[in-house]
């Protein structure tokens, strides 16, 4: 008599998920990462792009992280937060300086080019000890005894003398603390700055003593600033490529990130970010090291790069690499993600295939479904899925049912980072999203003009945040003539909206619209403006703003 033998059911349980949302807490980062076209760019040698420039979500801190975990004995890793920026930027000389419009590059830049500098002879000596330390220019001089000039860029690493081993953090402030010891020199004949500390130059008494100071003297202040270490920092360089990285063998990465954060005066943010990319584009020289700063789209377009001098922005876009995702590639990051997290769990899934529902002819398939709701980007994918995991605990796959209610929370959720994603460039912007609360599912061109005329008014509104800036994209409106066109009146805050993701242009078919992820540059050609038919607002948005179709 035989047994026939049942098949246990595998069951999804609370546990499962495709992993964190953020790559500091993505558990399935290391066993499950997609190495896509973007990351080939990053980890390459020859490859000259070093900015990676991408959405919050678009993984740039996920592949600087893998680059780390492939490459242990060679990445460098700086933090802005480990330098004492805010110490700086705060220091009565600094601040007093740049209100009066002193140019601060050089001194940015010197900063940058000794942090990095010595960040790197530290990583390729060992150098932990003022033992270490001798020992290195020992053998450094040794190689360079016939060539002066690297003998003469050599004795700028002696004038550290025991901090040289120590904390970046304090070896800026050294720096910092003898160039603010040249300031207060310089108005010793006047108002010393360390004695001026509690002068409010805000006030009558304080803009008094602003006025005192010359052109003279504001030029005296210059001065100071462009006589820094840049000579003797960029003969190091020479060092760096000839002596101390002079193989390949010895290639170096030194990673950057977290530009995106608090960690700075953000009035003097633009300035410390643009140093940054001209200390980046110097070190170039160095044949076998990639120095790579990873930055938020929205703090890379606020970068004036033309704001002191001129000239660089071409040289930096030309070394950007913006991060861009397609289907294909959310689409095997998933699968990748759904069988090592279904090996953990014991399950049997091999890809997001067989965690979904089948097609149905309402909806499609159900994988289309959701990257359609998502801006193209991992942490929009994997947060729809992990939502509705979380509604399909008990069951051997998701339904359409779980993947509908779970869209109500992802889409409310979605609406609510896109707030905090550009907030700090456009505050309250989350009021204009509401202007498209309920809006039809194509709007015309009259429709569209309706809520952007309503999203205007929001500047008569007392605790609107967003004055500066919704003063300068509705400039044309509040200055109209009979002949403004269309385009003038309403594209400025148009383009903020389609560069934030929330609304998409169609010219032809109502069914496929143009949104920023596809085409960055479409709202930026009057033509295509112009014979738009129809604007959507994005489907990851529907649900949050009470779109039905």
């Not at 603010?180 to 008094?208: Q, Y």
């Not at 003797?232 to 000839?242: G, I």
């Not at 703090?299 to 922005?313: A, T, V």
């Not at 496929?512 to 129809?534: H, W």
């Amino acid at each position: 008599m035989s047994t026939k033998v049942v098949a246990k059911r595998q069951r999804l349980r609370s546990t499962f998920t495709l992993g964190g949302e953020q790559a500091e807490a993505d558990g399935l980062l290391d066993d499950a990462f997609y190495e896509s076209d973007d990351f080939a760019v990053i980890s390459s040698r020859e490859d000259k792009r070093c900015f990676v420039v991408g959405r919050t979500g678009s993984g740039k801190s996920a592949a600087l992280q893998r680059l780390e975990e492939l490459n242990p004995d060679r990445v460098i890793r700086v933090s802005p937060e480990d330098l004492s920026l805010p110490y700086i930027t705060n220091l009565q000389a600094i601040r007093y300086l740049d209100s009066l419009d002193i140019n601060l590059d050089n001194f940015w830049t010197t900063l940058w080019k000794h942090v990095l500098l010595v960040e790197i002879i530290k990583h390729r000596y060992k150098v932990n000890s003022p033992a270490a330390k001798q020992k290195f220019l020992d053998e450094i001089r040794d190689r360079v005894r016939r060539d002066k000039a690297k003998r003469a860029a050599l004795d700028y690493l002696d004038e550290y003398e025991g901090r040289f081993w120590e904390e970046a953090d304090e070896r800026v402030r050294e720096i910092t603390q003898k160039f603010t010891e040249r300031i207060d020199a310089e108005t010793a004949a006047g108002a010393k700055i360390g004695s001026v500390a509690s002068v409010n130059f805000g006030s009558k008494e304080g803009l008094e003593t602003s006025s005192e100071f010359t052109e003279e003297r504001v030029d005296r202040f210059q001065r100071i600033v462009n006589d820094t270490q840049l000579a003797r920092l960029n003969k190091m360089l020479n060092v760096l490529d000839d002596e101390v990285l002079n193989r390949p063998q010895l290639f170096t990465y030194v990673v950057i990130d977290d530009l995106d954060r608090d960690w700075v005066d953000e009035r003097i943010a633009n300035d410390l970010i643009r140093c940054l990319f001209r200390t980046v584009i110097d070190l170039k020289r160095v044949r076998h090291l990639k120095v790579l700063v990873a930055l938020r789209t929205n703090i890379f377009q606020e970068l004036q790069f033309g704001r002191r001098g001129g000239g660089q922005e071409e040289k930096f876009r030309a070394l950007v690499l913006l991060m861009k995702w397609t289907k294909p590639d959310l689409a095997e990051m998933l699968d990748e993600r759904v069988k090592v997290a279904a090996s953990k769990a014991e399950l049997e899934l091999k890809s997001i295939s067989d965690l979904l529902p089948n097609s149905n002819k309402s909806r499609g398939n159900p994988l289309d479904y959701m990257l359609d709701r998502t801006l193209m980007r991992p942490r929009d994918a994997i947060s729809f899925v992990n939502e509705c995991l979380t509604l399909g605990v008990g069951n051997d796959r998701l339904t359409w049912s779980d993947i509908s209610s779970a869209e109500q929370s992802y889409s409310s959720k979605r609406l609510l980072a896109l707030r905090d994603e550009w907030k700090q460039t456009y505050p309250d912007i989350d009021q204009v999203f509401e202007k498209f609360r309920e809006s039809p599912l194509a709007m015309s061109k009259q429709d569209l003009q309706e809520r952007l005329d309503s999203a205007m008014l929001l500047l008569s509104e007392p605790k609107f945040a967003g004055v500066r800036w919704m003063t300068d994209v509705t400039n044309a409106m509040w200055n109209s003539g009979p002949d403004t066109s269309w385009f003038d009146l309403y594209q400025p805050l148009l383009k903020v909206l389609f560069t934030v993701g929330l609304i998409g242009c169609s010219r032809s078919d109502i069914r496929r619209a143009v949104f920023y992820s596809e085409d960055p540059l479409f709202i930026d050609q009057r033509s295509n403006v112009q014979t738009t038919r129809s604007f959507f607002v994005h489907r990851s948005f529907h649900r949050a703003l009470d779109i039905r179709s």
